[in-house]
């Protein structure tokens, strides 16, 4: 199932680090999560002209200047060597743990991440996620699709004494 829209919380606009960036630099980042190559985990093609012909106006150069202030921003994470891009938190504010089926092919979609140093970013978000929703629907799905990228998420997770390690070690099946 390939994505048909994107998810746009109002509370971007309540994000001082969003509301910082420049309208060129929101405009890119709109431009990327809209992205019809985005994948469920929030990994594209890294292609600055592709995304500058999006709009009027918007240059390969200003796109590649403005992807600068996002990365730097931590919005977005790049790899050159692959030419992939990921939006950070695009997981979580797509709400993907919620649903079953689209968690899986988040977990498929990671697996075919070419850039190891993006796949671990986004399983570290996994893991953020995982400490704070436990009990999204998803989870139990991902582990019983992909039993090691759970035990790899699993592992990352923070030891904060407020998750439900008991939820935790049920998907793990101990």
Same mark, same amino acid.
């Given at each position: 199932?390939?994505?048909?829209?994107?998810? !746009? !919380?109002?509370?971007?606009?309540?994000? %001082?680090?969003f509301?910082?960036?420049?309208?060129?630099?929101?405009?890119?980042?709109?431009?990327?999560?809209?992205? @019809?190559?985005?994948?469920? *985990?929030?990994?594209?093609?890294?292609? %600055? @002209?592709?995304?500058?012909?999006? *709009? @009027?106006?918007?240059?390969?150069r @200003?796109?590649?200047?403005?992807?600068?202030?996002?990365?730097? #921003?931590?919005?977005?994470?790049?790899?050159?060597?692959?030419?992939?891009?990921?939006?950070?938190?695009?997981?979580?504010?797509?709400?993907?743990?919620?649903?079953?089926?689209v968690?899986?092919?988040?977990? /498929?979609?990671?697996?075919?991440?070419?850039?190891?140093?993006?796949?671990? #970013?986004?399983?570290?978000? !996994?893991? /953020?996620?995982?400490?704070?929703? %436990?009990?999204?629907?998803?989870w #139990?799905?991902?582990?019983?699709?992909?039993?090691?990228?759970?035990?790899?998420?699993?592992?990352? *997770?923070? /030891?904060? %004494?407020?998750?439900?390690h008991?939820?935790?070690?049920?998907?793990k099946?101990?």
């Amino acid at each position: 199932m390939a994505r048909e829209h994107a998810r !746009l !919380l109002v509370t971007i606009w309540d994000d %001082p680090d969003f509301t910082d960036l420049d309208a060129m630099q929101q405009t890119v980042f709109f431009s990327l999560i809209a992205n @019809k190559d985005l994948s469920w *985990c929030g990994v594209a093609p890294y292609l %600055p @002209k592709r995304i500058a012909g999006n *709009c @009027k106006g918007l240059t390969e150069r @200003k796109v590649v200047a403005s992807i600068g202030a996002l990365v730097e #921003a931590r919005f977005l994470l790049i790899d050159n060597e692959t030419d992939e891009i990921a939006v950070r938190t695009f997981v979580r504010h797509d709400k993907i743990i919620n649903s079953p089926n689209v968690t899986k092919a988040m977990g /498929r979609a990671l697996g075919m991440v070419r850039s190891e140093a993006l796949a671990d #970013a986004i399983k570290n978000e !996994l893991a /953020r996620l995982l400490d704070d929703e %436990p009990e999204a629907k998803g989870w #139990a799905s991902l582990q019983a699709a992909y039993p090691d990228l759970m035990d790899e998420v699993i592992g990352k *997770c923070s /030891r904060n %004494p407020s998750l439900n390690h008991s939820r935790i070690r049920s998907l793990k099946g101990a």
